[in-house]
């Protein structure tokens, strides 16, 4: 068994903010001339499933507990 010293947690970045990171350099360099909004696509877009999906949950919820 571990105890709570002995257990470690990743502090890396997650896929989207690595993605957004790639995806500032290359335009900061010239190799793409995407717009902002698409740039920061990876964070929204990943923020907006979670939002879709915890709506999903809470709707399972509701009517899970109605019957």
Same mark, same amino acid.
């Given at each position: ?20 990171? +790639? ?5 900061? =360099?010239? *190799? ?7 740039? #920061? &696509?990876?964070?929204? +877009? ?5 939002? =879709?999906? *915890? ?7 509701? #009517? &899970?507990?109605?019957?």
């Amino acid at each position: 068994m571990y105890n709570s010293e002995q257990r470690t947690r990743s502090r890396g970045l997650s896929l989207p903010w690595v993605l957004t990171i +790639i995806f500032c350099v290359l335009r900061f =360099v010239g *190799v793409i001339d995407w717009p902002w909004y698409w740039l #920061i &696509s990876p964070i929204w +877009i990943s923020a907006s499933m979670v939002i =879709v999906l *915890v709506g999903i949950l809470i709707g399972i919820n509701k #009517i &899970s507990n109605e019957s």
